[in-house]
Every structure is written in C-alpha cells, then in structure tokens.
C-alpha cells in the first residue's frame, strides 16, 4: 500500500493484485476480511486495486507461483509478471522508466562515439569532428550501440522501435522487428553480424543479414539493463536486476547465473575471453566467464557504474559511473591504479565520463561520498568540487548540492567560501535525527574554525554538543573531526571525561583542578578547552529540566552562573539561547502537576506557564492540550478563563462530552463561580460516566475531589 501511495504518478506501468485468504469462498466473508483494512490505512476508501478469490487457491499456486497468503503480485510497464524480484525489482524498473537511460555507444576499435542529445544521435571521431542524425523513431532514445568498425548504428526508442543506421550514408538502413517492451540496452556482435538487446520483455539476439530472430533465449522474462558479447561471439551476457545470465548465442541454452548485488547496467567480457566484468551497483564485480565464479569486487564510487572497458591486454579495466568518475582497475593485482592504464584506454575513459548526461543526484552522491572522508588526496578532492558546482549549477536550491559544494570547499582550503552554502543547506533540510545527522553543521565548525571565525565556531559547535550519531555512520568520523579540530587531540576521549567531570564538580574551579589531575598533557590539554562548555551545557540542562520554559531558563541560569567565569557565563547563554520548546513535553509536566490537588501555589503558577505556552505552540490543539490548560487555569484560580477553555476541550475531546477529566473541574469551576445547580447538573454527569468511582485513577480522584467540594 505504501509502494501504491508512493508511485503515484506511474499507475500506468503498474498493477497490483491482492490475494487473500484462500479459506474465504465468498464475497461477503471477503469483505468482512476488508473491513479493517479499508477502515485503517484506507481510512474508509474503497481499496483502488482489483481484489482476486481463488478458494481452491489452484490457480493462484500454478500459474502465478504463490506461495503464501497474504502476497502482492508485481506486474512490470511491459505486462510482465515480475516473479523473483518483488518490489524492489519494480522499483528500479520505474527509475529506469524515470531517468529515461543513458544512451552512450563507443567504439573501441575506431574511437568513434554516439550520444544522445535532445533526442538526436550526434557521433564524434577521435579527431573532433563530429555529425549529427536525425531520429526516425517516434519516442525518447533509449539504447544506442555502434558497430565495431563504426558503420552501423543501432538505436532504439521509447516506442519499442529498433533501427539501423547506415552511418557512411547516414540514413536508415532497415528496422528490426520482434521487440515487444522498451529497450535499455544494444550489443553487436564482435564479427558485426548479429545485434543483441536487453530490456523489459526479454533479451533477444538478431542476425542483420536475415534480419531475423535467433532461437529464443531462456529468459524466462528476465528484465535486463545490459548485454554483452564475449571475444568469440558465441556467448551472451546480460545484467538485470541482482542476476547476470549467460547463454550459449547459436543455442539459447543458458550457460550460468551469476547472483549480484544490485542493478547491473554495464557488462563487458575482457578481450582473453576469460573474465566477465560487472557494474554491481556502485560496484564492479569480476566473474569467470566459463562458470560464473566470483573473482573480485573493486568497491566504486558512490553512484552507479554504466559503463565498462578493458585494455588489449585484458590487465586492465575501466568504469565509468552516472556521475561522470572514470576509474581504473588492475585486475593482476586485484586494485584501483591510477597509472598504467593505455593511453587509448584512458581517452576512450574519459570521453564516456564527458559524454554521459549529468545527473544531479549522482554528482552530489559521487561529490559527497568523497568529501566526508579526510585524507583522500588532493585530485579526488578537487573532482569531488567539480562535481559539486556543477550540482548547484544545476540545481542551485537543492540542500543536498549545497552541503556537498561546502563540504568540497572545505576539503579543497577553501574554508571561508566554504560556510555559505553550508549555511543555505542547514536552512533547508529538515530537523536532524540519530539517523539523518547534521554533517553540515560539523563542516561548518571545520571551516569557520578553520577561516579563524571564532564566534561562528562557537555557535556551531554549541549546536552539536548532543548531537549523537551511530558509529557506523560515516557523519561519525566527520563529528569527531570537528570536535578534535575545534578542542584538540582525542577529543572524543575527552569529551567523555569533561562531561563525568562537571557531573561530579560541579564548578568551574572544582572541575579545572581535577582536570589538572589527569597524567596525559595531550589529553589532560583538551579536557580543559571542553570543560567551560561541559559545565555550560550541564547547568543548561538543569535549568530545562526543572522549567522546560526558555525565558525561565534563560532567567535561571543568569542565577546559577553568577559566581562563574566570563567565559562560563557567555557559553551558558549561548547554550539556553538553544533551548526549544517542545508542546508534548509542556503539556506533559505541567499536567503532572495540575492533576493532583493542594499543591504549592509557586508549582500551579509554573505548570499554568507550561500549559499556555503548550498551547501557543500546538500548531493544531487537541482536547487534550486544552484540558491541561483548563485544568491549570482552575488551580491558579482563574475560575472564568478555566470554564471556558475547559467547554471547548469538552467539544473537541474524542471520548466524547462526558469525558471525566472535563466533567470533573467543569463542575468545580461552576461551583467556584457560583452556579451550584449547574454545578450539581455536570457531577451527576460524571457520577454517571464513571463505573467504579472507588478504584485508583485520574478520574476516580477527580470526582472523589469534585464531590468533596461540591457535596454528595
């Protein structure tokens, strides 16, 4: 359902069958099975999917492979029943369906490339020049291949057509037919005779002088992104969604499976023939061509790998991702190397990286993963700020684009440029949780600190004095480098210590001279630079703790700091300055009080304070919000306010008008203002609303207290 909701606008490309218990046999036992259903997250909806009953469960079991009840059946763009792949399958179908491909073609053995560029091919020579042709095809370009001695070219489109182009003549040579769904990708073979396609129906193999089908391959619809021929052209890869399948080209046997990871965009055999190459994700994995078996994974950047080459010599590859990186893999010695590779090798790289369309979120993918790591050298760091301001130029609000455009900043020196757009981003992206960290905020400690920007330091590093992030979290390492540049060396250690200090010396003497105690000058150094904030924070805390208001914090710690340093004094204002305000949290101490009678005047006057400001905060307030409220004004004595907010909490409480809580000081608050029968009128009510006026409860205690001012 929550895949349904979130697809919104792709219905078209997909249905969703529900099968339910196969012991229901008829349609009204099926709706009585619906009724929580559409009442709960369809909140009263008809269900916009079609509803299948099979009580004999037969047809279900044989035609369609279920095997457990309740189950969700996945049907591809192309009417295909996505068997094994589940959701995420169609998920990476629909973002295929989305990004529209990245049609790029290049051959090795010319140099020659073809492109797509506002739906027109425009081939390139390795000398520069370049030509342009004209598509016939009604749809988007989706797939592209060039022959190996650059004569043909094959281009397929949205509207499943696929054509040949005769590039000497640059005209249409001839159409193939038998494509039934989108093509996403284009093989030929190494002797040019034969063409390969990937897609949502099927992989299929054409002989060009026939024009004809070769025998089917066993697909089994398999939906694939990628093919590849090996050396020889007797074998076929093609990469689909976790899996890469080999067959045999004359037969259409399959030879292997391979399993992978993730989506499989790119696939290459090396030119020995032995090793297959694979485009696992943001990965690139190495098979053995003959049997499948696992080789190697070189781990890549942080988007996907579309594109793959191998040197003559089969020692080296080369991949390409959808955010432009062009990388180079020894296969020998199982390694990135960034020298060594082919001249030829490298420029054929680097025109793919050039050539493929840029994609906003592979940039900032691509960008960031390299600029959260310190001590990347200085070329990674400088393609990570390409990439970043070509981001923002491109999408120049995107919060994400401007983080990683601040953290490249920073990475490359240039620390005082670097804190503008990574103040753009924390505008703008929503509040940090353990999950979601602001790493924004930990560069703009690095890089005010490091533009010698003291105030803006501070202020940031006072924003993440509670931030805590999961170790595993690559924000992690970038929180304690900031730490560690702000205070000094091992700063997470010490941050540790500072804090256990305060909570047992709870001055800034008392906490200095045990600082001093520690034996490690390093160490012992930077607890002291954390102790006026660990003192600071803690006497915050306190103070939130005891008002959860922010003016009486503000007010409390200008109290308790008194007889503390300067720096102390100023850290702890900037630490309250930070306090917020949270409605639930309000609401909830201040009906801790309200709820019990007889208490201290001083202790009704704060939780009135609480309540009020619960309510101004509330964007929507709820009976329960104004029944606090009411209940505080009672015991402040604000007997005609109360009365008021508490009819209105009687109107909105879902339990209804005889709610106890309402009942119960609307008849006290009567009885104060003088309307004794009315006042008798709403505690019958509430005599009548609660079973057992004996047991120990909130509202048990109301009425035994509204009974004894009001009289039995």
Same mark, same amino acid.
């Given at each position: 359902?929550?895949?349904?909701?979130?697809?919104?606008?792709?219905?078209?490309?997909?249905?969703?069958?529900?099968?339910?218990?196969?012991?229901?046999?008829?349609?009204?036992?099926?709706?009585?099975?619906?009724?929580?259903?559409?009442?709960?997250?369809?909140?009263?909806?008809?269900?916009?999917?079609?509803?299948?009953?099979?009580?004999?469960?037969?047809?279900?079991?044989?035609?369609?492979?279920?095997?457990?009840?309740?189950?969700?059946?996945?049907?591809?763009?192309?009417?295909?029943?996505?068997?094994?792949?589940?959701?995420?399958?169609?998920?990476?179908?629909?973002?295929?369906?989305?990004?529209?491909?990245?049609?790029?073609?290049?051959?090795?053995?010319?140099?020659?490339?073809?492109?797509?560029?506002?739906?027109?091919?425009?081939?390139?020579?390795?000398?520069?020049?370049?030509?342009?042709?004209?598509?016939?095809?009604?749809?988007?370009?989706?797939?592209?291949?060039?022959?190996?001695?650059?004569?043909?070219?094959?281009?397929?489109?949205?509207?499943?057509?696929?054509?040949?182009?005769?590039?000497?003549?640059?005209?249409?040579?001839?159409?193939?037919?038998?494509?039934?769904?989108?093509?996403?990708?284009? $093989? &030929? %073979? /190494? @002797?040019?005779?034969? +063409? #390969?396609?990937? *897609?949502?129906?099927?992989? !299929?193999?054409?002989?060009?002088? =026939?024009?004809?089908?070769?025998?089917?391959?066993?697909?089994?619809?398999?939906?694939?992104?990628?093919? $590849? &021929? %090996? /050396? @020889?052209?007797?074998? +076929? #890869?093609?990469? *689909?969604?976790?899996?890469? !399948?080999?067959?045999?080209?004359? =037969?259409?046997?399959?030879?292997?499976?391979?399993?992978?990871?993730?989506?499989?965009?790119?696939?290459?055999?090396?030119?020995?023939?032995?090793?297959?190459?694979?485009?696992? *994700?943001?990965?690139?994995?190495?098979?053995?061509?003959?049997?499948?078996?696992?080789?190697?994974?070189?781990?890549?950047?942080?988007?996907?790998?579309?594109?793959?080459?191998?040197?003559?010599?089969?020692?080296?590859?080369?991949?390409?991702?959808?955010?432009?990186?062009?990388?180079?893999?020894?296969?020998?010695?199982?390694?990135?190397?960034?020298?060594?590779?082919?001249?030829?090798?490298?420029?054929?790289?680097?025109?793919?990286?050039?050539?493929?369309?840029?994609?906003?979120?592979?940039?900032?993918?691509?960008?960031?993963?390299?600029?959260?790591?310190?001590?990347?050298?200085?070329?990674?760091?400088?393609?990570?700020?390409?990439?970043?301001?070509?981001?923002?130029?491109?999408?120049?609000?995107?919060?994400?684009?401007?983080?990683?455009?601040?953290?490249?900043?920073?990475?490359?020196?240039?620390?005082?440029?670097?804190?503008?757009?990574?103040?753009?981003?924390?505008?703008?992206?929503?509040?940090?949780?353990?999950?979601?960290?602001?790493?924004?905020?930990?560069?703009?400690?690095?890089?005010?600190?490091?533009?010698?920007?003291?105030?803006?330091?501070?202020?940031?590093?006072?924003?993440?004095?509670?931030?805590?992030?999961?170790?595993?979290?690559?924000?992690?390492?970038?929180?304690?480098?900031?730490?560690?540049?702000?205070?000094?060396?091992?700063?997470?250690?010490?941050?540790?210590?500072?804090?256990?200090?305060?909570?047992?010396?709870?001055?800034?003497?008392?906490?200095?001279?045990?600082?001093?105690?520690?034996?490690?000058?390093?160490?012992?150094?930077?607890?002291?630079?954390?102790?006026?904030?660990?003192?600071?924070?803690?006497?915050?805390?306190?103070?939130?703790?005891?008002?959860?208001?922010?003016?009486?914090?503000?007010?409390?710690?200008?109290?308790?700091?008194?007889?503390?340093?300067?720096?102390?004094?100023?850290?702890?204002?900037?630490?309250?300055?930070?306090?917020?305000?949270?409605?639930?949290?309000?609401?909830?101490?201040?009906?801790?009080?309200?709820?019990?009678?007889?208490?201290?005047?001083?202790?009704?006057?704060?939780?009135?304070?609480?309540?009020?400001?619960?309510?101004?905060?509330?964007?929507?307030?709820?009976?329960?919000?104004?029944?606090?409220?009411?209940?505080?004004?009672?015991?402040?004595?604000?007997?005609?306010?109360?009365?008021?907010?508490?009819?209105?909490?009687?109107?909105?409480?879902?339990?209804?008008?005889?709610?106890?809580?309402?009942?119960?000081?609307?008849?006290?608050?009567?009885?104060?203002?003088?309307?004794?029968?009315?006042?008798?009128?709403?505690?019958?009510?509430?005599?009548?609303?609660?079973?057992?006026?004996?047991?120990?409860?909130?509202?048990?205690?109301?009425?035994?207290?509204?009974?004894?001012?009001?009289?039995?």
């Amino acid at each position: 359902m929550q895949f349904y909701a979130g697809h919104r606008n792709q219905r078209d490309y997909f249905e969703i069958l529900a099968f339910h218990d196969p012991s229901v046999k008829t349609l009204p036992e099926l709706r009585q099975k619906l009724k929580p259903i559409i009442q709960g997250p369809w909140k009263g909806q008809s269900l916009p999917f079609p509803i299948l009953l099979d009580a004999t469960e037969q047809t279900h079991r044989t035609n369609w492979g279920i095997r457990a009840y309740p189950t969700v059946v996945l049907i591809d763009p192309e009417g295909r029943l996505l068997e094994d792949e589940g959701h995420l399958g169609l998920e990476q179908i629909l973002d295929s369906e989305r990004a529209g491909g990245c049609p790029l073609a290049l051959s090795s053995e010319t140099g020659w490339s073809a492109v797509v560029q506002s739906n027109r091919v425009r081939l390139s020579s390795p000398a520069g020049s370049a030509a342009t042709v004209e598509p016939i095809q009604s749809g988007p370009i989706t797939a592209l291949a060039l022959s190996s001695n650059a004569r043909l070219l094959a281009a397929a489109s949205r509207d499943r057509s696929l054509r040949i182009w005769d590039l000497n003549r640059q005209a249409p040579a001839f159409s193939l037919r038998g494509q039934q769904g989108t093509v996403l990708g284009l $093989a &030929f %073979s /190494p @002797d040019n005779r034969l +063409l #390969a396609s990937a *897609g949502f129906d099927a992989t !299929r193999v054409w002989d060009l002088e =026939t024009r004809q089908l070769l025998p089917a391959l066993s697909t089994n619809h398999f939906v694939s992104w990628s093919v $590849a &021929f %090996s /050396p @020889d052209g007797g074998t +076929l #890869a093609a990469g *689909g969604f976790r899996a890469v !399948r080999c067959w045999e080209v004359a =037969t259409g046997r399959e030879r292997c499976r391979i399993v992978t990871k993730s989506i499989n965009r790119a696939v290459s055999f090396s030119p020995d023939g032995q090793t297959l190459a694979v485009g696992d *994700g943001h990965d690139i994995t190495l098979w053995q061509s003959a049997t499948g078996a696992a080789l190697a994974r070189f781990v890549g950047p942080a988007s996907e790998v579309t594109w793959l080459a191998w040197s003559p010599d089969s020692h080296l590859l080369a991949s390409v991702s959808r955010g432009g990186t062009p990388q180079y893999w020894d296969i020998t010695r199982r390694e990135e190397t960034a020298e060594g590779a082919p001249t030829a090798l490298r420029l054929i790289a680097l025109r793919a990286a050039q050539q493929l369309p840029e994609d906003v979120t592979a940039l900032v993918e691509e960008s960031w993963a390299t600029s959260i790591r310190a001590g990347a050298n200085a070329s990674a760091y400088a393609r990570a700020l390409g990439q970043a301001e070509r981001a923002v130029h491109l999408a120049p609000g995107n919060p994400e684009a401007l983080r990683a455009l601040g953290g490249a900043l920073y990475r490359n020196g240039r620390y005082a440029e670097a804190a503008e757009p990574l103040a753009r981003c924390d505008e703008r992206l929503p509040r940090p949780t353990y999950w979601a960290p602001p790493v924004q905020r930990m560069f703009l400690v690095l890089a005010h600190r490091r533009a010698g920007h003291d105030a803006q330091a501070r202020s940031a590093i006072i924003s993440l004095w509670e931030t805590r992030v999961d170790p595993e979290h690559p924000a992690a390492r970038v929180l304690n480098e900031a730490f560690g540049v702000y205070f000094g060396p091992r700063a997470e250690e010490a941050r540790e210590l500072a804090t256990r200090l305060v909570l047992h010396h709870p001055t800034a003497a008392a906490a200095g001279a045990a600082a001093g105690d520690l034996p490690n000058p390093e160490l012992r150094q930077t607890v002291e630079s954390l102790l006026p904030y660990a003192l600071a924070h803690q006497k915050v805390q306190q103070a939130n703790e005891q008002f959860l208001l922010k003016a009486k914090v503000l007010e409390q710690v200008e109290k308790m700091t008194a007889n503390d340093p300067d720096e102390v004094r100023q850290l702890t204002r900037e630490f309250a300055s930070r306090v917020s305000e949270d409605p639930s949290s309000l609401n909830s101490a201040a009906w801790e009080v309200v709820s019990t009678p007889d208490l201290a005047g001083d202790l009704y006057d704060l939780a009135l304070a609480q309540a009020e400001r619960a309510y101004q905060l509330d964007s929507a307030p709820a009976s329960g919000t104004l029944n606090t409220l009411g209940v505080a004004q009672y015991r402040a004595g604000q007997f005609a306010h109360a009365l008021a907010t508490l009819q209105k909490s009687r109107r909105l409480n879902s339990q209804g008008p005889d709610a106890p809580e309402d009942l119960a000081f609307i008849a006290m608050t009567q009885f104060h203002l003088g309307r004794n029968a009315e006042a008798r009128k709403s505690l019958q009510r509430l005599r009548a609303a609660i079973q057992n006026p004996n047991e120990d409860t909130d509202s048990a205690r109301f009425l035994r207290e509204a009974t004894a001012l009001i009289g039995p």
